[in-house]
């Protein structure tokens, strides 16, 4: 492995990643809320959540951040190496492991990790060994 050194950005990785763990403690401790998208926008679309302003605010957000950025910075540019199929099925299965999980990557490796939830770090773990043995398998196996 090599490091990308002109697109090694340490300092604003760094303050992203808190500015992620801020904005998910003041949920927790304001709202009393676990910053986990999946379950955020899940709760938005069942019968009556449209009434709970902090998610509507909370996707707001979401929506918001890169189309401020973009007003600031051009985009990178977007390569996609996967057909349409493959990205369909993709968001299946991730979406089918956030609901078997109960949570998403934001929900158990954000917040339930930094809450010292065991049933997160078996689920981020899992996440994770996932993730890993998809690239190895693509990148080496299968030739992508």
């Known amino acids: 492995m090599m490091v990308d050194w002109v697109n090694f950005t340490p300092i604003k990785s760094l303050l992203g990643g808190a500015m992620i763990g801020l904005s998910a403690a003041l949920l927790i401790l304001l709202n009393g809320r676990i ?39 051009p985009l990178p540019p977007i390569v996609i190496q996967a057909s349409v199929p ?27 990790i930094s809450r010292g939830s065991i049933r997160s770090v078996a689920a981020t773990l899992t996440f ?3 993730g890993f043995v998809t690239v190895f398998a693509i990148r080496h196996l299968w030739g992508g």
Request: hydrophobic share 50%; charged share 10%.
């Open 128 to 130: 994770m060994a996932a």
């Open 35 to 73: 910053a986990g998208i999946s379950g955020v926008l899940g709760g938005l679309l069942t019968a009556g959540g449209w009434r709970d302003r902090w998610r509507i605010s909370f996707v707001a957000g979401l929506v918001a951040a890169p189309v401020l950025y973009v007003l600031t910075r």
């Open 86 to 112: 493959f990205l369909i099925l993709g968001g299946l299965l991730v979406g089918f492991g956030a609901r078997a999980a109960s949570g998403c990557t934001s929900g158990h490796g954000v917040c339930g």
